[in-house]
Nanobody, 119 residues
Framework: QVQLVESGGGLVQAGGSLRLSCAAS????????MGWYRQAPGKQRELVGT???????KYADSVKGRFSISRDNAKNTVYLQMNSLKSEDTAVYYC?????????????WGQGTQVTVSS
């Protein structure tokens, strides 16, 4: 099993910054993808961005140039640096870990952390 614990959410004014962290523990595969998703009220959960290895990243168009994902493999921790925040970034942010084993993908989710951007 894998446990994911997020931290760093909160209330911030538009234009401000926040940094989310997600610490993973348990049975983490050597090949994995970590990432962040978000879900705003009344909307479906959507991808924010993912990181494979330490450098291969991809982002949703809505956050490109403003958000940055990084990871510290020694700590099994992934970070989401959010700059130039907008009110539409308000959502619950979820950490995700995909373990890739035996040709299969196993998904794990954190409990979520609220990010509220006031205009």
């Amino acid at each position: 099993q894998v446990q994911l614990v997020e931290s760093g959410g909160g209330l911030v004014q538009a234009g401000g910054s926040l940094r989310l962290s997600c610490a993973a523990s348990g049975s983490i595969a050597s090949i994995n993808i970590m990432g962040w998703y978000r879900q705003a009220p009344g909307k479906q959960r959507e991808l924010v961005g993912t990181i494979t290895g330490v450098r291969s990243t991809k982002y949703a168009d809505s956050v490109k140039g403003r958000f940055s994902i990084s990871r510290d493999n020694a700590k099994n921790t992934v970070y989401l640096q959010m700059n130039s925040l907008k009110s539409e970034d308000t959502a619950v942010y979820y950490c995700n870990l995909q373990n890739l084993r035996f040709g299969l993908r196993f998904d794990y989710w954190g409990q979520g952390t609220q990010v509220t951007v006031s205009s």
